[in-house]
């Protein structure tokens, strides 16, 4: 069979759409590989200068309490009572206090937490050992007397 020519394709039928094809597309490009840079080195830390803690008897300058206030627990004071509270207060080469530690207190149980609290939060000058900062442990009573 052979195809019909155009005289014998009725007039009533529409000519087919033309084929129209689609603009050349080029394929799309592949992104050069950038170069990955290498990662950051680690943040060194430096070490503290001297890690050593130093004692009263080992500097030069004992560190200077800056501000610190401590509360009179409410119920001690309604109730007459007096004490102390020894503590280890470790303080580093810029003054901040790194640790409080209640070594003893009399009476037991009633101002451990109110010393504690107000070298926890507090700052010194720090001490001095050869005219340079050093870091600090002290021993610190803290006493708890009801004025007449």
């Known amino acids: ?20 094809s689609p603009p050349h597309q080029s394929p799309p490009l592949a992104a050069a590989p950038q170069p990955q840079s290498p990662p950051a080195p680690p943040i060194a830390v ?8 130093y004692l009263a008897r080992q500097v030069d300058r004992h560190p200077r309490e800056i501000g610190i ?3 009179y627990p409410t119920e001690a004071r309604a109730r007459g009572i007096q004490g102390e509270v020894k503590l280890k207060i470790r303080i580093d080469d810029l003054g901040r206090v790194l640790e409080v ?5 009399r ?9 504690r609290q107000a070298y926890v939060n507090g700052r010194f000058e720090p001490a001095l050992r050869a005219g340079r900062p050093v870091r600090y442990e002290a021993y610190k009573w803290v006493k708890f007397e009801l004025e007449d």
Do not use: R
């Open 69 to 71: 206030q401590v509360h």
């Open 46 to 53: 430096p070490p503290p200068s001297d890690p050593q803690w």
């Open 1 to 20: 069979m052979t195809a019909p020519t155009a005289a014998e394709i009725p007039a009533s039928m529409p000519a087919p759409p033309p084929v129209i």
């Open 101 to 105: 530690e209640v070594i003893e207190a």
């Open 107 to 115: 009476p037991a149980g009633v101002f451990e937490e109110s010393a």
